[in-house]
């Protein structure tokens, strides 16, 4: 290994010293907002030493922070950090490549970087040249045969390390946005591809992958429903929290068990529910984590229904009209009866008018997806026996793959408060029982950020 400029004993002390200043500012900030771990490896010194001569360059005014704290770097997620990367190379030079571009760029297709570094990461997968995929089908075919044996053995490049460290989940993937990204390539570059030929699966329900509220929409809704009655405040809390079918909202007697434990010295509360669902035969075991359900349910009574309504039917339509009412305020469909009746089936407005309380189901798994780091398998575990249908929450749009590497408790993002993720469900637990000066004085107490 070379010696590295701070660390050679030629040089004077002070000069030794300002290189490696200068160095660990530069990995810090943008284009490679590296974290700590990672500078310490690249410039050889403890993590400790970065974390010293990061404080020492905030002193010195060459680095930002927040008022908590946080060192402030230009957001460059990791995909686009990726699609800069290429734009170095000469791949976006190549004439097929710059032709596709243009031309999605022309007709405004969404996330052209993404579909670009799909390709590239064919292309690098299996080390062909983009244009082999303009040669004839017959010869096309048998390169994305190849891939799809690369991916599902998770040797695409740059994947991501969950998905290396989990064969079996990713043999049983879906190499779909690797396909379009190819489709894409070809028929932009004037290629027919005949009929049959590098299908791609329609997406099943991808309605579902959008119905969902965010943190601060979930506030909003309980202050909404706490102006009309305790009932269906409480409804809304408990539904929003453990996602049952309306019919188990409506009749269960859910038994809850209170949980302590202590996590990184906060001592935090939880409780387990025990409920059945018509459509399975055991009981399923349902968590309430967040301080607005916990309260809730610290007064609820253990095996009797959660509300006072005498007629289940009469409580359901009250609800579900409520619940349009609530999303017609946060601007999710318009409020005007007669506008609602004119949305067409299969939009998102349609499902939100027409099945509300099953809305409020999709909005909860997303959380829970999002609160325990994307663990399909676990949170399925909580809804149903097959962990396929969860794949349809699992589908990340754009937006949230760029927020992909945060955590609201060990690395927030602070341009993103709304639609809060957490790294593992501890994370998420420990959050759900601190305030926010709890929380700030941990990370540093932890070295987290
Ligand atoms: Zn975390």
């Known amino acids: 290994m070379t010696v590295q400029p701070w660390d050679n004993k030629k040089t004077n002390d002070e000069t030794r010293k300002k290189l490696l200043k200068d160095r660990v500012l530069d990995l810090t900030l943008p284009p490679h907002n590296l974290n700590r771990i990672q500078i310490s490896h690249m410039i050889n010194r403890s993590v400790s030493t970065v974390h010293r001569v990061q404080r020492?360059?905030?002193?010195?005014?060459?680095?930002?922070?927040?008022?908590?704290?946080?060192?402030?770097?230009a957001a460059q997620p990791k995909l686009l950090r990726r699609f800069l990367d290429i734009s170095k190379t000469d791949f976006l030079s190549i004439p097929s490549i710059s032709r596709w571009k243009n031309s999605m760029d022309r007709d405004g297709v969404k996330n052209v970087p993404y579909i670009i570094v799909n390709f590239w990461k064919v292309c690098q997968t299996i080390d062909v040249h983009p244009d082999a995929f303009l040669l004839d089908i017959e010869e096309v075919i048998p390169?994305?045969?190849?891939?799809?044996?690369?991916?599902?053995?998770?040797?695409v490049v740059y994947i991501k390390k969950r998905q290396i460290d989990d064969p079996l989940k990713q043999s049983?993937?879906?190499?779909?946005?690797?396909?379009?990204?190819?489709?894409?390539?070809?028929k932009r570059n004037g290629k027919e591809i005949p009929e049959g030929e590098l299908k791609v699966k329609r997406k099943q329900n991808k309605l579902y992958a959008q119905i969902r509220l965010n943190d601060n929409e979930r506030m909003q809704g309980i202050k909404h429903f706490a102006t009309f009655s305790n009932d269906l405040k409480?409804?809304?809390?408990?539904?929003?929290e453990i996602g049952p079918r309306s019919d188990t909202l409506f009749t269960m007697r859910p038994k809850f068990e209170k949980h302590t434990r202590t996590f990184e010295g906060i001592k935090c509360d939880w409780y387990k529910a025990y409920i059945y669902e018509k459509k399975?035969?055991?009981?399923?075991?349902?968590?309430?984590?967040t301080p607005n359900a916990r309260l809730i349910v610290s007064k609820l009574l253990p095996g009797k229904q959660i509300h006072h309504y005498t007629n289940i039917k009469k409580a359901k339509d009250e609800y579900n009209q409520k619940l349009r009412d609530f999303f017609a305020i946060i601007g999710k469909i318009s409020g005007d009866p007669f506008e609602q009746a004119k949305y067409q089936k299969g939009t998102q407005e349609y499902y939100l008018v027409n099945d509300p309380t099953h809305a409020i189901r999709h909005s909860c798994i997303h959380w829970l997806m999002r609160i325990t780091g994307n663990r399909t398998e676990?949170?399925?575990s909580l809804f149903w026996e097959q962990s396929d249908t969860l794949k349809i929450y699992a589908r990340q749009q754009f937006e949230d793959m760029l927020e992909d590497d945060t955590c609201a408790m060990?690395?927030?993002?602070?341009?993103?408060?709304?639609?809060?993720?957490?790294?593992t469900l501890?994370?998420?637990i420990i959050y759900y029982n601190t305030n926010e000066e709890q929380r700030v004085k941990l990370r540093e107490e932890k070295k987290w950020v």
């Open 378 to 380: 676990e949170v399925s």
């Open 172 to 186: 049983q993937a879906s190499p779909e946005h690797y396909i379009e990204s190819i489709r894409s390539f070809i």
């Open 280 to 289: 399975q035969s055991q009981p399923y075991e349902k968590y309430i984590l």
């Open 56 to 73: 020492e360059l905030v002193q010195e005014g060459k680095l930002q922070t927040t008022e908590t704290g946080h060192l402030i770097r």
């Open 143 to 155: 390169l994305i045969e190849k891939f799809k044996v690369a991916f599902k053995s998770g040797k």
């Open 426 to 428: 501890k994370h998420a």
């Open 410 to 423: 060990c690395k927030p993002d602070l341009n993103d408060q709304n639609y809060r993720r957490f790294c």
């Open 234 to 240: 409480t409804l809304f809390i408990i539904h929003n």
